[in-house]
Nanobody, 116 residues
Framework: VQLQASGGGLVQTGGSLRLSCTVSGRIFSISAMSWYRQAPGKQRELVAS???????DYSDSVKGRFTISRDNAKDTVYLQMNSLKPEDTAVYYC???????????WGQGTLVTVSS
């Protein structure tokens, strides 16, 4: 199983980015998917999650600005990030939690930098 995240970059305050995470290994359709982030000197935190039934949840800090979605045909989860703020600067990681499995999986991370 591999998770390949992409889409990070440098953006100005108020800008937008869309992150993607493609999952190999035939687990995507049975996995709840999440995005986490870790800013320098801080702990990794949950940003958004989506279940296999498309139920979504967001941290208070991104609610109303970020949207998580999934495309089961492409084995890909997305994070659309709008109205970005400097405090959104972090390495963003995707995370897969397959049903009926003791194993969970992390992607390699993609850096998002928001300049003020």
């Amino acid at each position: 199983v591999q998770l390949q995240a992409s889409g990070g970059g440098l953006v100005q305050t108020g800008g937008s980015l869309r992150l993607s995470c493609t999952v190999s290994g035939r687990i995507f359709s049975i996995s709840a998917m999440s995005w986490y982030r870790q800013a320098p000197g801080k702990q990794r935190e949950l940003v958004a999650s989506i279940t296999t039934g498309d139920r979504t949840d967001y941290s208070d800090s991104v609610k109303g600005r970020f949207t998580i979605s999934r495309d089961n045909a492409k084995d890909t989860v997305y994070l659309q990030m709008n109205s970005l703020k400097p405090e959104d600067t972090a390495v963003y990681y995707c995370y897969a939690a397959p049903k009926f499995s003791p194993n969970n999986y992390w992607g390699q991370g993609t850096l998002v930098t928001v300049s003020s």
